[in-house]
């Protein structure tokens, strides 16, 4: 027994020593420091071991001052609102301004946008406005692009690398399948991708509901009238969503899958795609991952940073601010490793937002110097007035729609295909008659202001179990057709 008991015990002091042993031998880790920063993002390691080692050394080399960036990694934009929003409302309920943490950095707009809005703000103001004003203009940093703000307008956020939507695809699973790849939204729909596409689930996933926006807004910029491409946009979405593996609650998730061959392609945001595209390099330089941004449906995002109202650390959180966007931190976004204030260990493959970085003698040493951001848009202008007052009730629809009622959804697709797609089923199995905009945008946006949870979840489960029965109901109009 006394044998067994320490062979135990030695297996378990080797499961706690291997990760104190495996940790990097990093000079800027260490217990001893002069202060810390509590740093809230959805980042992945990548970015923040680049963002936090890079931050240290700027810091040490101005101050002589040791610091450490304490990353907070809950999970996505959904759970940091969550933390955002259990923290602030218990500091207010007991008489306190801030909730122990410093930045917000990473995240879709949206989540920015409302924590700035709140009641009170739970950002604060940031000085890089007032102390580099120069950087506020169509040269350098715009307020405006291609239909986003690029910054808030009371100055308590701002963008420091630009993002846009698109596919990953795996150029092999494609070739045995048979399809050419994917140029266009609409080109997920092709039945031949059923079970293929990788999903990420848009509740959950910010930057995914914001894709799926995307795709909506470019149906009603471009059919007759807002409606027609309203009911055309859910109708591709749901299509697409037949074809679906899964809808992962990470959105992370996607391209991995999408690398490994397990699906064919999938919607992501672009530094997912372009990250996989730079791990899987081969010795001529292909990659198996390709990554597109799909013509004229998408805009031309921002990834956001703002100080924490009641920061424990306010004078570090605004250097950290400047850091991320001075030329040195603006760098580290798409510079190769190992070159000049370029990332030590990984390329990221994100666009700074800085006009001024683009330059030829900088994009000499660039991972993407052909993505040009600024010049090659693809003609899509985000319009706030089409969708944006309804981007939850959006992302509540795309679930009842698709998530809910998947396997209806997926069963009725498949045999619909089978039965060489027949007017009568299609027509059940695509009927929106009851979600028609701009009514249901805004009777959803009222509910999800005045009702309860359980209210909600009634209205969530009306709205699947109306699906479910359009789609059961065009599968045994499909069958009727394959006898």
Same mark, same amino acid.
């Given at each position: 027994?006394?044998?067994?008991?320490?062979?135990?015990?030695?297996?378990?002091?080797?499961?706690?020593?291997?990760?104190? +042993?495996?940790?990097?031998?990093?000079?800027?880790?260490?217990?001893?420091?002069?202060?810390?920063?509590? /740093?809230?993002?959805?980042?992945?390691? *990548?970015?923040?071991?680049?963002?936090? #080692?890079?931050?240290?050394?700027?810091?040490?080399?101005?101050?002589?001052?040791? /610091?450490?960036?304490?990353?907070?990694?809950?999970?996505?934009?959904?759970?940091?609102?969550?933390?955002?929003?259990?923290?602030?409302?218990?500091?207010?309920?007991?008489?306190?301004?801030?909730?122990?943490?410093?930045?917000?950095?990473?995240?879709?707009?949206?989540?920015?946008?409302?924590?700035?809005?709140?009641?009170?703000?739970?950002?604060?103001?940031?000085?890089?406005?007032? *102390?580099?004003?120069?950087?506020?203009?169509? %040269?350098?940093?715009?307020?405006?692009?291609?239909?986003? =703000?690029?910054?808030?307008?009371?100055?308590?956020?701002?963008?420091?690398?630009? !993002?846009?939507?698109?596919?990953?695809?795996?150029?092999?699973?494609?070739?045995?399948?048979?399809?050419?790849?994917?140029?266009?939204? !609409?080109?997920?729909?092709?039945?031949?991708?059923?079970?293929?596409?990788?999903?990420?689930?848009?509740?959950?996933?910010?930057?995914?509901?914001?894709?799926?926006?995307?795709?909506?807004?470019?149906?009603?910029?471009?059919?007759?009238?807002?409606?027609?491409?309203?009911?055309?946009?859910?109708?591709?979405?749901?299509?697409?969503? $037949?074809?679906?593996?899964?809808?992962?609650?990470?959105?992370?998730?996607?391209?991995?899958?999408?690398?490994?061959?397990?699906?064919?392609?999938?919607?992501?945001?672009?530094?997912?795609?372009?990250?996989?595209?730079?791990?899987?390099?081969?010795?001529?330089?292909?990659?198996?991952?390709?990554? /597109?941004?799909?013509?004229?449906?998408?805009?031309?995002?921002?990834?956001?940073?703002?100080?924490?109202?009641? $920061?424990?650390?306010?004078? +570090?959180?605004?250097?950290?601010? =400047?850091?991320?966007?001075?030329?040195?931190?603006?760098?580290?976004? #798409?510079?190769?490793?190992?070159?000049?204030?370029?990332?030590?260990?990984? &390329?990221?493959?994100?666009?700074?937002?800085?006009?001024?970085?683009?330059?030829?003698? +900088?994009?000499?040493?660039?991972?993407?110097?052909?993505?040009?951001?600024?010049?090659?848009?693809?003609?899509?202008?985000?319009?706030?007035?089409?969708?944006?007052?309804?981007? !939850?009730?959006?992302?509540?629809?795309? !679930?009842?729609?698709?998530?809910?009622?998947?396997?209806?959804?997926?069963?009725?697709?498949?045999?619909? $295909?089978?039965?060489?797609?027949?007017?009568?089923?299609?027509?059940?199995?695509? %009927?929106?008659?009851?979600?028609?905009?701009? &009514?249901?945008?805004?009777? +959803?946006?009222?509910?999800?202001?005045?009702?309860?949870?359980?209210?909600?979840? &009634?209205?969530?489960? %009306?709205?699947?179990?109306?699906?479910?029965?359009?789609?059961?109901?065009?599968?045994?109009? &499909?069958?009727?057709?394959?006898?």
């Amino acid at each position: 027994m006394l044998k067994r008991a320490l062979i135990v015990l030695a297996l378990l002091a080797v499961t706690v020593a291997v990760p104190l +042993l495996m940790r990097p031998s990093d000079s800027r880790i260490g217990s001893q420091v002069d202060r810390e920063l509590r /740093v809230i993002t959805p980042h992945n390691e *990548t970015i923040r071991r680049e963002f936090g #080692n890079a931050f240290t050394d700027w810091w040490k080399a101005k101050t002589g001052e040791s /610091v450490y960036v304490n990353w907070l990694t809950p999970g996505g934009t959904s759970e940091i609102r969550r933390v955002l929003d259990s923290g602030f409302t218990s500091a207010q309920k007991g008489g306190r301004v801030g909730i122990g943490i410093d930045v917000f950095f990473g995240g879709g707009d949206y989540i920015f946008s409302k924590q700035a809005s709140a009641d009170p703000p739970r950002l604060a103001p940031l000085d890089i406005f007032e *102390t580099s004003p120069d950087l506020f203009s169509q %040269d350098v940093i715009p307020a405006r692009f291609t239909g986003e =703000n690029y910054y808030d307008k009371d100055k308590r956020w701002i963008g420091v690398c630009l !993002s846009r939507f698109g596919i990953c695809y795996n150029k092999n699973t494609l070739q045995r399948l048979g399809i050419d790849a994917p140029m266009e939204w !609409s080109d997920l729909t092709d039945h031949r991708y059923v079970g293929q596409i990788a999903l990420a689930d848009p509740t959950k996933s910010g930057s995914v509901a914001k894709a799926f926006e995307m795709l909506i807004q470019q149906q009603m910029q471009t059919s007759s009238t807002p409606e027609e491409g309203w009911i055309k946009g859910l109708q591709i979405i749901q299509k697409i969503g $037949a074809n679906a593996r899964y809808f992962t609650d990470s959105a992370t998730k996607v391209p991995h899958d999408v690398a490994q061959g397990d699906s064919a392609a999938g919607m992501c945001i672009d530094f997912y795609g372009r990250t996989f595209n730079e791990m899987l390099k081969d010795d001529s330089g292909d990659s198996r991952i390709q990554w /597109v941004s799909p013509q004229g449906g998408t805009s031309m995002s921002v990834d956001p940073i703002a100080v924490l109202t009641g $920061a424990a650390e306010p004078e +570090l959180s605004q250097e950290f601010v =400047n850091f991320c966007l001075s030329k040195r931190g603006q760098a580290i976004w #798409n510079k190769k490793p190992g070159t000049q204030e370029g990332p030590e260990y990984r &390329a990221l493959r994100r666009l700074p937002i800085r006009r001024d970085m683009y330059s030829a003698e +900088l994009l000499k040493d660039y991972t993407d110097p052909d993505a040009m951001p600024y010049e090659t848009t693809g003609g899509f202008s985000y319009d706030y007035s089409l969708t944006g007052r309804g981007f !939850s009730a959006i992302r509540l629809l795309i !679930s009842a729609m698709c998530i809910s009622s998947h396997d209806e959804l997926k069963s009725a697709w498949i045999a619909i $295909a089978e039965a060489g797609f027949p007017d009568e089923a299609m027509a059940v199995f695509s %009927d929106m008659s009851h979600v028609t905009a701009p &009514a249901v945008l805004d009777e +959803l946006r009222l509910q999800m202001k005045t009702a309860t949870p359980l209210e909600m979840a &009634a209205k969530a489960n %009306d709205l699947s179990r109306t699906f479910r029965k359009n789609y059961e109901r065009a599968e045994e109009i &499909a069958r009727t057709y394959q006898k």
